[in-house]
């Protein structure tokens, strides 16, 4: 019956979906709720009807993304499905309403969320359209270094000279990670298999090497507008764990005008989907 609330009361442009054609209700859909959450619509009407029994701190945790809960309501979901909420020792992938506005408001620049092991948690429109759509993907697919160190598909091209710079601060954040959060199996299942499949990753984690973001350039090839060349920069949200990357464009530039015009067409004529790296 909660689940039925919370998603009755969240409307889809708060979500960043489209709102259009005859709706019942102002909420979400429960089709809307699946695709957002990488769920079934199936699972969705078992867990509503109390049907589906024992839910996955992960699925949880997708459900209260998806539905935006506030950080009571998400321990509230956690009680109601039998589970202990994430606690100090484990990755927590709330994401503040504060941080939440910022990719609502900022819809000129293409911003993603991610959580301490660079798990895509968040993204707006514009990165949609630039990167592809991640809501089909799941598990390990939303992962940024999982996709870098296996080699999976990426809009993105690196020099030799950034790609050594992203990975030496990106490894040095997994271990910095395993530090803050030693009861999560979800980073140690993740570092135990980077090391088994990545045999760069293998080597840099053993090195013990020591890395940091900084403003870089990303070179991104879009199938509909082309080759962009974006500056690439990490915040950290106040107050949690939580990194913002942030592509932008200088005022005039070529890139400029190619990002305008993908704000403008979306992920409409989108013909693949890829994470970057």
Known sequence: MALRGWRDRTAPAAVGLPVGGVRRAAGLRREELAQLAGLSVDYIVRLEQGRATSPSPQVLSALARSLRLSAAERAHLFLLAGQAAPGPGQLSEHIPAGVRRLLDQLDGAPLSVHDAAWNLTLWNPLWAALFGDASAQRGRDRNIVWRHFTGLPSRV???????????????????????????????????????????AFAHLWDSGIVGVHATD?????????GTLTLDCDVLMAPGSD???????????SDASGRLALLNVIGTQAMTENSTPA
Do not use: C, M, W
């Open 242 to 252: 939580l990194r913002i990357v942030a592509y932008t464009a200088a005022p005039g």
């Open 157 to 199: 091209t690196h020099t030799p000279e950034q790609e050594a710079r992203f990975e030496a601060a990106v490894v040095a954040d997994l271990r910095a990670a395993t530090a803050r959060y030693p009861t999560d199996a979800g980073l140690r299942s993740l570092i135990k298999d980077l090391r088994g499949n990545s045999t």
């Open 217 to 225: 350039t990303k070179t991104i090839h879009h199938p509909d507008v």
